[in-house]
């Protein structure tokens, strides 16, 4: 079992950023990747970014490219998402997940989740 907990979320001016962590604890392995998705209200849920747990491969959603920055620290067993060049449409509740599998797999575990509200 794997447990996610994140935080840094809040309200920012379009233009601004925010960075978003997640705490992972349970049993995490090297070939695991971390994951960051997002759900506007009257949207599905949809993929930001992913890394490995090694920190080997990264995938970001075009949406997303050039202006957020995932990453991880495994001394802290810690995954964060540097957001930069807010939008308005970047608004949306923040979930933190980890894969058995691919960055671009099927996430397995899921956090509780961080609203992120982007004023124009």
């Known amino acids: 079992q794997v447990q996610l907990v994140e935080s840094g979320g809040g309200l920012v001016q379009a233009g601004g950023s925010l960075r978003l962590s997640c705490a992972a604890s349970?049993?995490?392995?090297?070939?695991?990747?971390l994951g960051w998705f997002r759900q506007a209200p009257g949207k599905e849920r949809e993929f930001v970014s992913g890394i490995k747990w090694s920190g080997s491969s990264t995938l970001y959603a075009d949406s997303v490219k050039g202006r957020f920055t995932i990453s991880v620290d495994n001394a802290e067993n810690t995954v964060s998402l540097q957001m930069n060049s807010l939008l308005p449409e970047d608004t949306a509740v923040y979930y933190c997940a980890a894969s058995k599998a691919a960055v671009g797999g099927r996430y397995d575990y899921w956090g509780q989740g961080t609203q992120v509200t982007v004023s124009s």
């Open positions: 349970g049993r995490i392995f090297s070939s695991y990747a």
